[in-house]
């Protein structure tokens, strides 16, 4: 696509539920990253996939957070088990092999957990 | 470790004039790349403009410059003949090498009319 589609852009959970964060990187981008944002702060690296090596999930906060990658394209980010701490905007972003060119950034989703 | 420093969590600047954005960073690495990217309330991340570090001269895009120190380990973003579209919240970044790019903590700039 011409751009890193994410979805839904909105999402209000119940504490405890599971919820899924859908992001569609741009055709060809071999790289796709996953960050969070709290309100007002920077970013934080959750995971990264390249290609059809093994994801970097170095920055996983805990085993409620998991991502998958199908087909090297599209790629899903699930939070078991909800806490109101993971209410944040979860970002994602591709590039080609790397960061070196910078990454094409989607619209985020932002997650509400009450 | 490797950090990157925005000390101005905010700043505002008259439309029409110039403002410096300063972020610092800490590497051990020497060769590496640098960016800055702007967040307006939309929340889509928009790459301003990107800096080698092994090239001496200055990145610029546009009303965008880079004054890159890397001795220093400095790299400061000057936007020239502010618009009220660049208000947004604007991210350094650092891509160390195997796909650790690290993101400073923003600066909110406002520019007023």
């Known amino acids: 696509g011409a751009g890193v589609s994410q979805s839904p852009s909105n999402k209000v959970t119940e504490k405890g539920k599971d919820v899924e964060l859908r992001c569609d990187p741009i055709s060809g981008h071999t790289a796709l990253y996953w960050y969070r944002q709290s309100l007002g702060q920077g970013l934080e690296f959750l995971i990264y996939f390249q290609g059809n090596s093994a994801p970097d999930k170095s920055g996983l906060p805990s085993d409620r957070f998991s991502a998958e990658r199908t087909g090297g394209s599209v790629s899903t980010l699930t939070i078991q088990r909800t806490q109101q701490e993971d209410s944040a905007v979860y970002l994602c972003?591709?590039?080609?092999?790397?960061?070196?060119?910078?990454?094409?950034f989607g619209s985020g989703t932002r997650l509400t957990v009450v | 470790a490797q950090t990157v420093t925005q000390s101005q969590p905010e700043m505002s600047v008259q439309e029409a004039e110039t403002v410096t954005l300063s972020c610092t960073y800490d590497?051990?690495?020497?060769?590496?790349?640098l960016f800055w990217y702007k967040q307006p309330p939309s929340r889509q991340m928009i790459l301003v403009i990107r800096?080698?570090?092994?090239?001496?001269q200055n990145a610029t895009e546009n009303r965008f410059s880079v004054n890159f120190q890397k001795a220093a380990k400095s790299f400061s973003l000057k936007i020239s003949d502010s618009q009220l579209g660049d208000t947004a919240m604007y991210f350094c970044a650092f891509d160390f090498g195997n796909n650790d790019m690290r993101f400073g903590a923003g600066t909110r700039l406002t520019v007023k009319p």
């Open positions: 590497t051990s690495e020497n060769n590496y790349y």
């Open positions: 800096q080698e570090a092994y090239k001496q």
């Open positions: 972003a591709s590039s080609l092999a790397g960061a070196n060119y910078g990454y094409t």
